[in-house]
């Protein structure tokens, strides 16, 4: 009835085994992935080198408890899975064997007990009809006692052939649990130097809170570094943005409006020349006041200088085009 019990343990252990591979291949990608992180700090100038020193020797302690774990879980298995998985079956062979020879025994003691049993009653038969035949006479006797005792010594053979079959069942049964303690010890030692490496982790998380304790202050290695930083000969540039698109606009703007101080009675500019390049639609045109008698020789003065200031600009126009 043992057999089911120690079978479903080694289903279970199997279970257990392969879950713990599956840990130890996430704690190697995770192992990775925080030596990153500590490899970055450690890159950082300043005082959080001492962190990433610190978060370094976090990942190598845990790189050995991933180590640890490694061999355990070898350990679950070729230490005790398997090994245990032979011995049940070794046991099952025992078992017949010793159920086999018991019966055997057993089987030739009672038949030898029921044999001399049997011879017994015979003697018994013959002494009782003799003494009823020759009273006084017990010629029978000595033989009878003799067959008694010899009865009496097959039953106590047999009582001690029963206790020699239930002290070997019980060795081989107290055997097997013997067996199963020494397929197990290399597993639990593992274990517990697995759990010894958590020990050492408690000191590197200290280091690591006093590190990290004011977040918002420089120490004095960081300030160390920027001081450097101002002494060394590094140059800083700066970049300024490129001119607006619009100021060629603006100026071509203010390039049209020129010709409207020339101020005058004509229309000066047709803003909305496509050579021009003004932003204006509208026609400029200049209304001047009723002219006196005195003012007619500054009429003549004034067309003539409207005039100029026409082809002035149209030739301002034509240089601040788009196609010149």
């Known amino acids: 009835s043992s057999y089911p019990i120690w079978e479903d343990f080694s289903s279970k252990a199997t279970k257990l085994h392969s879950q713990l591979r599956t840990t130890v291949l996430a704690a190697v990608a995770f192992l990775d992935a925080f030596q990153k992180v500590a490899d970055m700090a450690t890159n950082t100038r300043g005082a959080t080198r001492d962190i990433g020193s610190a978060l370094t020797r976090m990942c190598m302690r845990h790189r050995s408890i991933e180590s640890k774990l490694r ?54 038969k013959k002494a009782r009809k003799g003494n009823i035949e020759v009273l006084g006479k017990g010629d029978l006797q000595p033989q009878l006692d003799h067959a008694l005792q010899d009865v009496n010594d097959m039953y106590l053979l047999l009582e001690e052939t029963e206790k020699q079959a239930v002290r070997r069942a019980l060795i081989e049964e107290r055997g097997r649990f013997c067996t199963f303690i020494a397929l197990l010890q290399p597993v639990v030692t593992g274990e517990i130097h697995l759990l010894g490496e958590v020990t050492h982790l408690q000191a590197i998380i200290d ?20 001081k450097d930083l101002k002494g060394s000969d590094y140059s800083w540039s700066y970049q300024t943005p490129p001119s607006s698109p619009s100021s060629s606009g603006s100026r071509k703007s203010s390039m049209c409006s020129l010709p409207q101080t020339a101020g005058g009675g004509q229309r000066l500019v047709s803003a909305s ?46 240089c601040s085009s788009p196609t010149s």
């Not at 690591?208 to 920027?226: G, T």
């Not at 390049?277 to 400029?284: K, L, Y």
């Not at 045109?285 to 003539?304: A, C, E, G, L």
Request: charged share 30%.
């Open 71 to 124: 061999h355990f879980t070898n350990a679950l298995m070729e230490s005790l899975i398997t090994p245990l998985q032979e011995r049940i079956e070794d046991w099952k062979k025992t078992a017949n064997t010793l159920d086999k020879e018991h019966a055997r025994e057993y089987k030739r003691a009672r038949h030898e007990i029921k044999k001399k049993s049997s011879d017994t009653l015979k003697l018994q």
């Open 207 to 226: 280091d690591l809170m006093v590190l990290s304790d004011e977040p918002h202050k420089l120490p004095a290695a960081s300030e160390q570094v920027i």
């Open 273 to 318: 020349s496509q050579d021009s390049g003004c932003s204006s639609h509208e026609t400029i045109y200049s209304k001047p006041p009723s002219p006196m008698p005195s003012d007619i020789t500054s009429q003549k003065s004034s067309s003539s200088a409207s005039s100029e200031a026409s082809e002035t600009c149209q030739s301002v126009s034509e």
